[in-house]
């Protein structure tokens, strides 16, 4: 108990510690009664517990919940786009207003419903150099009308949080790093950068949807060289699994700490399912093909195996492939109803995608030759002797020969 009182009396505004007298020894420690002056000193526990120290609890227990209302964190913007970083919790609206000297050129409003990075897109605005600045204002409640006073600010709501951001564009500056290319689609993000002198840059890498970004990640530290003509390439994959036809944008945010510089870029994309043929095998008694898929969305289609000869269709099976993301790769093997007679063939293996279009196209040819089929018997050989007898014979009649010899030589 005087843990818990402890800690909510650290909340409590000094007014409010005045209007409850020897609150300090009540919460704290309600059973020193020999603290209390005689008329704080209660025969029972329950009696201390009166409404107003019940009040007091309660207003102490919605400041601690104040505190952790949700703030904004980091806020970045161009000419182009922002991006706001919110951490906390709760929710709110959020204000955004991008001005030049102190007049309102376009505003947005975004319903927050949590913590994580919202984007914002600037319209293709008709502006001159010079300097900008993109203030956000986050407030804790607000008019769901869209209702605004002639300055574009909400009307209801208390101020959370605020931060404002200043930029310049249109001017001739030092540029640490020139980003060469740079674009998204299903697979993730496609990036080309270089710069004039070696440097170090951090790079977020951000998947957005709408007004927020899904995913964001952060590579530190990524050298550049130093040279304008040999661009650092950077390939980043999208992590989530993306919904076949929704709208999607790639956002890179690249941050040169050492000299304050900061570049982002957006590239929309439709997230489609796409898969390859990476290898085919085929001959008298079937054929296989590998397939690979190649994007963040899954990939669910079939295989078709054609079959032709002398001009016309002789087969087509078709088979399903495993459902294969961006990188993974799986093998589908068929075999022909029966083996192909002698002859010439030609097959195609066609990938197809769940909207029945190909997706991906192999065609080869198949040279089915005679099968030898080879006798286990062997041929009749027409020799009078074995060959073992024929030696001991031969040897047999050297011998008998020897001892004529020497029996004539004796007499």
């Not at 975004?110 to 150099?129: H, S």
């Not at 005679?370 to 060959?387: F, M, Y």
Request: include cysteine.
């Amino acid at each position: 108990m005087a843990v818990v009182g402890r800690a909510l009396l650290s909340f409590l505004p000094s007014a409010a510690l005045a209007s409850f007298p020897h609150f300090d020894t009540l919460v704290l420690n309600p059973f020193r009664n020999d603290r209390l002056p005689g008329r704080f000193r209660p025969m029972k526990i329950c009696s201390i517990c009166s409404i107003r120290h019940l009040a007091a609890l309660a207003l102490l227990m919605a400041l601690a919940a104040t505190a952790q209302s949700i703030e904004i964190f980091s806020l970045y913007s161009n000419i182009d786009s922002a991006d706001i970083t919110l951490v906390g919790g709760g929710e709110g609206i959020l204000q955004m207003d991008l001005t030049q000297d102190n007049k309102v050129l376009n505003s947005r409003r975004l319903d927050i419903d949590g913590p994580g990075t919202y984007v914002v897109r600037w319209p293709n605005l008709k502006v001159d150099k010079g300097s900008y600045s993109v203030c956000a204002t986050l407030r804790d409640d607000g008019t769901k009308d869209n209702s605004s006073d002639d300055t574009g600010e909400i009307k209801d709501g208390a101020v959370q949080s605020r931060r404002c951001h200043r930029f310049y564009y249109g001017g001739v500056e030092p540029v640490r790093f020139d980003v060469r290319d740079f674009r998204s689609d299903s697979r993730g993000l496609h990036l080309a950068i270089s710069a004039s002198d070696p440097t170090i840059v951090d790079i977020y890498y951000m998947l957005v949807q709408g007004d927020r970004a899904l995913y964001v990640t952060r590579e530190k530290a990524v050298p550049i060289s130093g040279l304008m003509s040999m661009a650092v390439e950077k390939d980043y994959k999208w992590k989530p699994i993306l919904e076949n036809g929704q709208i999607y944008e790639g956002r890179v945010k690249i941050v040169e700490l050492n000299h304050n510089q900061t570049r982002a870029f957006m590239s929309p994309f439709v997230a489609i399912e796409d898969a390859q043929i990476t290898e085919t095998y085929q001959d008298e008694t079937g054929a296989s093909a590998t397939v690979m898929g190649d994007s963040r969305v899954p990939f669910e289609g079939l295989l078709r195996f054609t079959l032709s000869g002398g001009g016309e269709v002789l087969n087509i099976t078709e088979k399903k492939t495993p459902v294969l993301l961006s990188g993974d790769d799986e093998t589908v093997e068929i075999t022909w109803n029966s083996t192909l007679e002698p002859g010439v063939y030609q097959l195609q293996t066609a990938l197809i995608g769940q909207d029945g279009s190909i997706v991906d196209l192999q065609e080869n040819i198949i040279e089915a030759k005679p099968i030898v089929v080879r006798s286990n018997v062997d041929e009749t050989k027409s020799t009078g002797l074995p060959a073992g007898l024929a030696g001991v014979a031969m040897l047999a009649i050297i011998l008998f020969r020897r001892m004529r010899r020497q029996s004539q030589l004796m007499n």
